[in-house]
């Protein structure tokens, strides 16, 4: 009757070895770090770079516990922080000579300390939050009204192109502030420019007023349209953050919204602000030039005249200069799209370019009339500007679809792509707050949140013995493995463990012993009632799996809730509780049942059992329990 099939011991089994295995990397804690990862998208970060690394600490004196080469970053870990810090010295020297012109991004960081064999089966401890773990946190104001200007300076160009293309004379477009102001010298051709704008721009609103002897057409973005223009800055704002921050390698960064124009960004593990600071300042664009191919041009290429007026010296990846013309035809702003492939002809690495119909519209005019010059693309970052490729234009090139190639490898195709889809800012921002949480700040919480969850553990353990004798023991190890499966599930999933996770941990512990409440109350009640203690065992759990399940799937559904419309600390809960109740189920009722299968499954003629005393309505006490 009380007896389990192979299969399900084998299931027990694989779980609580499985469990162990994710469980044990959170014991071994974390150790101080530096981290190498590029700065341009020509720098790589291989193994000539951990050979460098390598010999930078060898003549500093310093030893490194390990160094590794992981997703395209060099991460070093040291046995202490001033270890870390000098380490971190001797680095910067040798792979960033030139400090106002980096290669490379070296930071500080903090990363686990388990064992190789542990992460080679990709073990992993637990993300831990901002607050138990350290770092740095920023808020940033975002700057709306130059988001708006942005837009408007879009609008007046392409405004101006499309009553070019109608035919439509006009006395000049101008922008005052957020307004796009158009004079024409008749109302007629003012009725017609204003049928054309309808037409095409219908986020507009005009008004016109006679100026003297011309006619004024003031256009501005409606209250809708501005709202969405504001939503997109913001939303483009964040991702491209999340591609800056990518760089850190930062486990788990928090960036989110915070009002109508902040956003919040965490970077858990990371010490060093001035590096962060750095990163999300970054920026990557695309400016589309035609080369200077004058006599002076060529002249100034082979360094024997100065750079002729009206022209800029750039270089290419392969250390080549190249004169180009300071005129932009296309920004980073005309393009939609960037992702990395091949050369259909040559099958060499490349990036796809794709330019939104203001951007196709001059690519085809400018390729039209530019055939067998030169046209040079350029990627900007952080100011400097460097020459992807500057190709001869064969034909031209209509359909807004540009491939740039340039004896570039596969991974600098991806990441020149990634830059260019990240693009800058959508709108300026304003760091308005930063704070710096030192990791043993990170500690202690780390260490207040253990002992609530292991004195509450205690607790809990000790009622349950004491009350259920046996049968509380059993529910006491039942609940050390919710909270091992708990543990190991957050591990599996890389979730990030902050201090109201942790309270939600002690949380689940309360609610995860009820079931095991209801299971020995109603065992309890079966004996009451006459029924013999294998009867008894049987019904107890069978009968109060129908209560369990109700109660789990109703707390389930409330933290599901909090889940999907919380933030932030409310999220962090969320995940830990809604995991916790699933994990619950699985021990309180599967295992605990397995427990006592084990123990009195093969007893047959079991006289009483050990879960405290049973009391009878009229009686002393029931002879079928056992007191200890």
Not at 317 to 346: C, H, M, W, Y
Not at 356 to 371: C, H, L, N, Q, Y
Not at 522 to 534: I, K
């Amino acid at each position: 009757m009380n007896r389990y099939p192979v299969w399900k011991y084998a299931i027990i089994v694989i779980a609580l070895l499985v469990g162990a295995l994710y469980t044990l990397p959170n014991f071994f804690g974390e150790a101080p770090a530096v981290q190498v990862s590029a700065a341009k998208v020509n720098a790589k970060v291989d193994g000539s770079t951990q050979v460098r690394v390598e010999e930078a600490l060898k003549a500093a004196g310093l030893n490194a516990e390990v160094i590794s080469v992981e997703s395209g970053s060099l991460r070093a870990r040291f046995d202490s922080t001033d270890t870390q810090l000098r380490a971190k010295d001797a680095i910067q020297k040798a792979l960033v000579p030139d400090p106002a012109n980096p290669s490379y991004v070296v930071a500080l960081n903090l990363l686990a300390r388990s064992p190789v064999w542990l992460s080679s089966l990709k073990a992993a401890p637990m993300y831990l939050g901002l607050d138990l773990r350290g770092g740095v946190h920023f808020m940033l104001q975002v700057d709306m009204p130059a988001a708006l200007t942005k837009k408007v300076e879009s609008l007046a160009g392409d405004i101006r192109t499309a009553l070019r293309e109608k035919n439509v004379r006009h006395g000049g477009i101008n922008r005052n502030g957020q307004t796009i102001e158009l004079r024409f010298r008749d109302l007629a051709t003012l009725e017609v420019a204003k049928r054309v704008m309808l037409e095409q721009f219908t986020d507009l609103q005009m008004e016109d007023a006679p100026e003297g002897s011309d006619f004024k057409l003031s256009a501005t973005i409606k209250p809708v349209a501005a709202r969405t223009v504001q939503d997109q800055a913001l939303k483009q704002n964040i991702t491209t953050l999340h591609n800056r921050i990518n760089e850190l390698g930062v486990a788990e960064p928090v960036i989110q919204q915070q009002g109508l124009d902040r956003i919040v960004v965490q970077l858990p593990g990371v010490q060093d602000t001035a590096k962060a600071k750095d990163i999300l300042g970054r920026t990557a664009t695309l400016e589309v030039r035609m080369v200077d191919e004058s006599g002076e041009a060529r002249a100034a290429e082979s360094g024997t005249g100065p750079v002729p007026f009206g022209s800029e010296r750039f270089l290419e990846r392969s250390g080549q200069p190249v004169i180009v013309k300071k005129q932009v035809i296309l920004t980073g702003e005309n393009l939609t799209d960037a992702q990395p492939g091949f050369d259909n002809q040559t099958q060499e690495a490349a990036v796809h370019l794709t330019l939104d119909a203001k951007g196709a519209r001059i690519f085809k005019d400018v390729t039209r009339e530019s055939i067998g010059k030169r046209m040079a693309i350029i990627l900007f970052e952080k100011g400097k500007g460097e020459v992807v490729t500057a190709p001869v234009i064969r034909s031209e090139i209509a359909g807004g679809r540009v491939q740039i190639s340039g004896r570039m490898s596969t991974m600098e195709a991806n990441d020149t792509a990634l830059l260019l889809r990240a693009g800058s800012l959508a709108a300026p921002m304003e760091i308005i707050e930063e704070r710096t949480i030192g990791p043993s700040l990170g500690a202690e919480n780390i260490a207040k949140g253990f002992a609530s969850v292991s004195w509450g553990f205690a607790g809990v353990a000790v009622f349950m013995c004491t009350y259920y004798l046996l049968f509380g023991v059993f529910s006491s190890v039942a609940l050390g493995v919710n909270l091992l499966l708990l543990v190991a599930v957050l591990s599996m999933l890389q979730a990030t463990l902050t201090l109201p996770g942790m309270a939600a941990m002690a949380l689940v512990l309360g609610m995860a012993i009820d079931a095991n409440v209801l299971i020995n109350e109603r065992v309890r009640e079966e004996l009451r009632n006459g029924a013999s203690p294998q009867a008894a065992i049987h019904a107890g759990y069978d009968r109060a799996w129908a209560t369990i399940l109700d109660s789990n799937v109703t707390t389930l559904i409330a933290g599901l809730a909090l889940l999907a419309f919380g933030s932030g600390p409310v999220r962090g809960f969320a995940v830990v509780h809604c995991l916790g109740i699933l994990t619950s189920m699985f021990s309180g009722v599967f295992f605990s049942r397995g427990l006592v299968n084990i123990w009195y499954g093969r007893q047959k003629k079991l006289k009483a059992v050990s879960i405290g005393t049973v009391w009878r309505p009229g009686a002393e006490v029931s002879p079928q329990s056992e007191q200890g």
